[in-house]
């Protein structure tokens, strides 16, 4: 008989179902951690907690008395008063609480799934089973340190009790002295070569403490599948932050992300988090879409801010105060020496004597309660290290909550051009010294006489094929119009590639640009920007809607 609730199900439908929840958001799901002892399981069962997570192991584990029998036991305890079937037995006929089995050793794994499948064949469990193990080194963890074999520990799940949300994470450790270290690129995509083939649902556990500074690559896990969701879990005495908890919710689907977090900061974070109308922790390197949510979710509708008028109210006012409600603002970045030795201040770029640092250009735009996104073209080379660095310190202090695009014509293989930057070096720049931006590369206009030559647009590619972050490559429309169709490699060659489609006064009449205009917008509605002034667009929305 089918049970009323599938066993491999999802979480939040399981508790939506029974009442506990009001909706689909991890953030509403309790945990109670190590309901190991049947003092700890009994304090768990009479409580009101939504989820049990527990620690299964081997009697005996690695030592001579070992057995074959699955007892409840967070290492280093390798004997324990209650066994995985007097758990089971408990859980089942006391809680409708769902069920996280934190698995401690291989040895485990085979024994407790037996015992489930014949559970099953008993009573209906009737509710979600998560199945967790370390399967991968993950931060300050050496390699001699074992963790759960990950090809048996899967096959064994497959085999056994294949119905069930499979929970595989990374063995690690926090301490103060290294308290930067977190997932890396390497560990994350090493993690997804073992997990891409499941056919079940996937929770990654992940230590709350080390992700945001591996937000950009967690995130690009989280969208490889919508089967996939993160649970964030705290260690006792881990110094998590609020602030780096609102990153993470503001950046992602509330049913994607569950938090086992403790008191007291669970609650304020709960508290600040469901608040109507405060303003969102934005991730700098982000999308554009999810942050300005234009109408139809169509990039067309969001609004372009050139340098002219813009910096006019940026430099004679204490914040924005553009007479429209938000969009990308375009500001051009040139360096400025000290009269004392020979340290570089970035300034933007005007037409009037009054020069701005960046900084304080960043401050004004920070203090605007409108969605404003920060499109930083720097003009030259020297400017590039220090404006990254100026968004470095303004992240550590948790003011940046904006989307902020880098842009640079780069010289590179057939573009190679004399006076532009190495588009290594850029790239180089970037990952040193702040690498939470859209990366916005542009090809220097001299080489553009014959538009975007196969070429052009496969070195272009090349250079960008390590990064991690999301590209949006920078095309003239005139250019475009000479060779639309090659283009199209840049958008099909990543999901996380998109172009920005430019056209200003200066290079003429829109209708010089508008065939590259129509014929690349019309590709896809979510990968396509157009920066151009506000008549422009309006012209070209008038002929689009046409």
């Known amino acids: 008989q089918q049970p009323a609730f599938h066993t491999g199900g999802d979480m939040l439908d399981y508790l939506l179902d029974q009442g506990y929840i009001t909706q689909k958001d991890g953030l509403l799901v309790t945990w109670y951690h190590s309901a190991n002892k049947k003092s700890e399981m009994q304090e768990a069962l009479e409580s009101n907690v939504m989820v049990l997570e527990a620690d299964v192991n081997v009697e005996g584990h690695n030592t001579r008395n070992e057995t074959e029998k699955p007892i409840m036991a967070h290492p280093p305890d390798v004997y324990s008063d209650n066994t995985f079937q007097e758990w089971l037995d408990a859980v089942l006929y006391s809680s409708k609480a769902g069920i996280k089995l934190d698995f401690k050793s291989i040895q485990a794994v085979g024994p407790s799934l037996d015992i489930l499948l014949k559970k099953a064949t008993q009573v209906d469990i009737n509710r979600p089973v998560w199945l967790n193990a370390d399967i991968l080194h993950g931060p300050n963890v050496p390699h001699f340190i074992s963790v759960v074999n990950a090809s048996r520990f899967f096959s064994l799940i497959q085999s056994k009790f294949p119905n069930a949300t499979v929970s595989p994470g990374w063995k690690t450790a926090f301490t103060s002295l290294l308290p930067n270290r977190t997932y890396t690129k390497t560990m994350i995509e090493e993690m997804y ?132 409600d938000g969009g990308m603002l375009v500001i051009n970045v040139e360096a400025q020496k000290y009269s004392l030795g020979d340290s570089i201040l970035p300034v933007v770029h005007s037409n009037t004597s009054y020069e701005l640092s960046v900084e304080d250009c960043l401050n004004k735009i920070f203090i605007s309660s409108k969605p404003w996104g920060i499109y930083l073209n720097i003009q030259s080379q020297e400017a590039l290290i220090p404006t990254l660095t100026a968004l470095s310190n303004t992240y550590s202090n948790n003011a940046l909550c904006n989307p902020i695009w880098i842009s640079m014509a780069v010289s590179h293989g057939s573009f190679s051009t004399p006076g532009y930057i190495e588009g290594s070096k850029f790239l180089k720049a970037i990952n040193d010294t702040f690498p939470f931006v859209t990366i916005a590369p542009r090809w220097p206009s001299e080489v553009l006489n014959k538009g975007y030559t196969e070429q052009l647009i496969s070195d272009m590619l090349s250079l960008c094929k390590g990064c991690w972050q999301e590209i949006s490559f920078q095309l003239e429309t005139v250019a475009l119009g000479k060779s639309c169709h090659t283009t199209l490699q840049l958008l099909e060659s990543s999901v996380s590639y998109t172009v920005t489609i430019e056209h200003k006064h200066e290079q003429g009449r829109l209708a010089g640009g508008i065939k590259g205009l129509m014929f690349i917008q019309t590709y896809d509605v979510l990968k396509v920007y157009c920066n151009l002034p506000g008549d422009y667009r309006n012209s070209f929305s008038n002929i689009t809607l046409t």
């Open 193 to 324: 070569t073992k997990v891409q083939n499941l056919p079940q649902r996937v929770t990654f556990p992940v230590r709350a403490v080390m992700v945001r500074q591996a937000w950009p690559h967690l995130s690009w896990l989280l969208n490889k599948s919508e089967r996939y969701s993160l649970t964030l879990w705290q260690g006792k005495t881990d110094p998590i932050t609020v602030e780096d908890l609102l990153l993470i919710r503001d950046n992602s689907n509330p049913e994607q992300i569950y938090y086992d977090i403790y008191d007291p900061v669970l609650s304020e974070f709960k508290k600040i988090a469901f608040q109507q109308n405060r303003k969102k922790r934005f991730y700098p390197g982000g999308s554009l879409l999810r942050y300005f949510e234009p109408l139809g979710v169509d990039s067309l509708y969001i609004r372009w801010y050139n340098n002219i008028s813009t910096l006019e109210e940026l430099t004679h006012t204490h914040t924005v105060h553009i007479k429209a």
